[in-house]
């Protein structure tokens, strides 16, 4: 298989350093609010469905205890061996390697499509919003969780990071495409202070990395992030 899929848009977290973007999945969310505002709008119980950018597989498993089928697409090689590997005991789960803007499905084929911080970041991605019109059937349903730059010490470093990011031509996007779009309060929890520290390097650049684990103390890091949705 090669590395990663042509037209693949590389993720520098995940895509580098995998290893340690477990540590932060693992982190992210305890509470499981995100899984609570997707079943609140269009739950997957008994469904197909599909996770955009699905990394090392890391919601498969926990998706297809009460999906009917799982699919998950992912453009890096080595990450989908590692999703592959952590799912091949599931008979529900299938992985592609593929990307947001080709996925390797018929038409009307997935009821519930979701991306957790990957491709769907605004202007640029409307290959990958017409293969998402493409496959989800009719009642069905997409979602977008991503990072919000406006609150809090992370959309400050998020910033920071990347200043040519501009929140409100990414909102004004989301928002000509009929998309909604509803806040979540987040927050990563670590079980060692060495792991936050791993994340927020991983995220950052350096020197605001190194800024962001002087402004946080304990194992804790609020995360506000956006929830987009559209139905079908």
Known sequence: ???????????????NTPHIYELEN???????????AIAAIRPWTGSTVLDIGCGTG???????????RVIGVEPHGDLVEL????????PNVEIHAATAQA???????VDVAVARWAYFFGPGCEPGLAELS????HGGAAFVIDIDATRG????WFSQSIPAYSTRSVENFWAAQGWTTQRLDLRMSFERRADLEAVLRI???????????????GLEIAYPNLLRWRLY
């Not at 999703?83 to 599931?90: I, M, N, P, Q």
């Not at 996925?103 to 084929?109: I, K, Q, W």
């Open 1 to 15: 298989m090669p590395r990663f899929v042509k037209g693949a848009i590389p993720s520098p977290n995940i895509w």
């Open 153 to 156: 010490a992370f959309g400050r």
């Open 83 to 90: 999703a592959r590997r952590r799912c091949r005991a599931l």
């Open 103 to 109: 996925l390797p499905l018929p038409d009307a084929s």
């Open 203 to 217: 995220e950052f650049t350096p020197a605001i990395a190194e800024r962001a684990i002087a402004e946080t103390p």
């Open 58 to 68: 890391y919601h498969l498993p926990a998706t297809s205890a009460t999906a009917a």
């Open 26 to 36: 693992r982190a992210v969310d305890p509470e499981g609010r995100i899984e609570a």
């Open 134 to 137: 493409r496959v989800v059937r």
